[in-house]
């Protein structure tokens, strides 16, 4: 015979897990660490770091922990460019780098940009110049510097095609990646809206695409400026990169230093002109209203 309790209902209480039991997820975790900093203090530590840097490689150089012929001093190296900057011969050297790079900047980027939205719009584009495209993007600057002599000889032509060639690459890829990855959902709410073909694509498909274009607008930055060194070294008498290899032949550490540390500050200063120029385009970007956090 069943025993009463058989027939008792039975209740599912809810089960609390201990407080030990919960833990909160690390991002989270990292959010909550993060908001413990201002993004003044975040700025200020950003600002400080490398004037730490600075005094670090200073007391180890006066220490004699770094030999000058290896790594001179911050204040050597100051020296040498103040000396440079009298002579006439730094300013002049920089303008001219410059301006090759500027050059082959906006000679690459908009190649870059017309390649990369046909491609991006069209599979028959796509299959006439992608596939040339990433092999030419495979091949080293320096295998290419003897066929760019031959090509172009020793004069301007031939160091503001391989900046032009560095810089195009980037933002080629770019603008495919950031036609395609376009919402389908936002395009068809266009059609849906009764958009034109061209104002689906100024109004939809480019506003998609503009924080990825500007991201290989980042990337060309530095790879022309890795261009314009390998450019320079061809027979020239003026740049930064002539410059180096002077400096090189004369064992001039310092000024070899010196022009590494101004291609690292002009590199800083493009960057941050860059972040500038995307603040100021995506502005309606949530991620990038009010100089969004990335």
């Known amino acids: 015979m069943p025993s009463a309790s058989a027939h008792r209902p ?10 030990r039991a919960v833990s909160t ?16 203090t975040l700025r200020s530590i950003s600002l400080v770091m490398p004037l730490v840097v600075l005094v670090v490689w200073e007391s180890f150089a006066r220490l004699g922990l770094l030999s000058p012929q290896v790594l001179p001093a911050p204040t050597r190296v100051a020296q040498t460019a103040v000396s440079l900057i009298a002579q ?12 090759r790079a500027m050059t082959g900047f906006v000679i690459g980027g908009t190649l870059g940009v017309a390649l990369g939205t046909a491609v991006g719009f069209s599979r028959v584009a796509e299959a006439f110049f992608d596939r040339n495209i990433q092999m030419l993007r495979a091949i080293p600057f320096l295998a290419l510097l003897p066929l760019v002599i031959v090509w172009f000889g020793v004069g301007e032509a031939g160091k503001i095609f391989l900046v032009a060639l560095g810089v195009l690459f980037p933002i080629y890829v770019n603008t495919v990646l950031g036609i395609r990855q376009v919402d389908p959902k936002l395009l068809e709410l266009g059609r849906v809206m009764g958009l034109s073909k061209r104002a689906l694509i100024r109004r939809i498909v480019i506003p998609g695409a503009l924080p990825s274009i500007l991201t290989g607008v980042r990337y060309a930055l530095a790879s022309a400026w890795l261009a314009l060194v390998v450019a320079e ?10 410059l180096a290899m002077d400096a090189r032949e004369f064992l001039r550490t310092d000024v070899i230093v010196m022009t590494i540390v101004i291609y690292a500050g002009i590199g800083v200063l493009a960057d941050a002109f860059a ?8 502005r309606w970007h949530p991620n990038y209203a009010q100089g969004g956090k990335r």
């Not at 039975?10 to 407080?19: D, R």
């Not at 011969?89 to 303008?95: E, Q, S, T, V």
């Open 10 to 19: 039975q209740t599912h209480e809810p089960i609390v897990p201990s407080p």
């Open 25 to 40: 997820p690390a991002p989270l975790q990292r959010e909550r660490a993060t908001a413990r900093f201002s993004d003044r």
């Open 88 to 99: 006439g011969r730094l300013l002049n050297d920089m303008g001219v780098s410059l301006l």
């Open 233 to 242: 070294t061809i027979a020239t008498s003026t740049g930064f990169g002539f």
């Open 275 to 282: 972040r500038g120029l995307e603040r100021w385009l995506l």
